[in-house]
């Protein structure tokens, strides 16, 4: 029997904990900037938040344009591995990724075998990261927040 392993691929990035940091800085197409903008108007909150969560990974995101609207920074949070989160993306909410990141000069599109490699290309490692809870996954920190409230719940239900 013939046992191939592949060793894991070296992803750019920094760790604290079970926290990884992600920092992607890409060129904009002409006149993305004010196309972005007008996507993003609207924050994440509604559907835009509710397919967020459905990674169920994702601490923070934030879209950040600079440079006279010819660079975007996308930075988020996110527990478990690069692989994981990247293949998250691509299978759980892909149009939401195409839709925000086809503004940025030569993406490929999340299903295209080249979208790792053009990630890679475009993510820049944070020289310094910080987490307040790194060992605590969103998922926990959910689950904590529901257990407050609902022991919240009791404690008024209680003294009233």
Request: hydrophobic share 35%.
């Amino acid at each position: 029997m013939n046992h191939t392993t592949t060793a894991p691929v070296a992803r750019p990035g920094t760790k604290a904990g079970q926290s990884n940091e992600f920092t992607l800085i890409c060129g904009i197409k002409p006149g993305g900037a004010e196309r972005m903008r007008k996507l993003l108007a609207g924050g994440f909150d509604g559907e835009r938040q509710k397919n967020t969560d459905r990674i169920g990974t994702v601490h923070d995101l934030r879209f950040v344009i600079f440079d006279n609207d010819t660079r975007v920074i996308f930075a988020s949070t996110f527990d478990g591995s690069w692989e994981s989160y990247i293949d998250d993306f691509a299978t759980i909410i892909p149009d939401e990724i195409d839709l925000l990141f086809h503004e940025c000069t030569g993406y490929p599109g999340i299903h295209s075998p080249g979208i790792k490699d053009w990630i890679v290309s475009q993510q820049v490692t944070a020289v310094g990261f910080y987490s307040a809870y790194p060992d605590a996954s969103v998922r926990e920190v959910w689950k904590a927040l529901r257990t407050q409230k609902a022991f919240d719940d009791l404690l008024d239900s209680a003294a009233s």
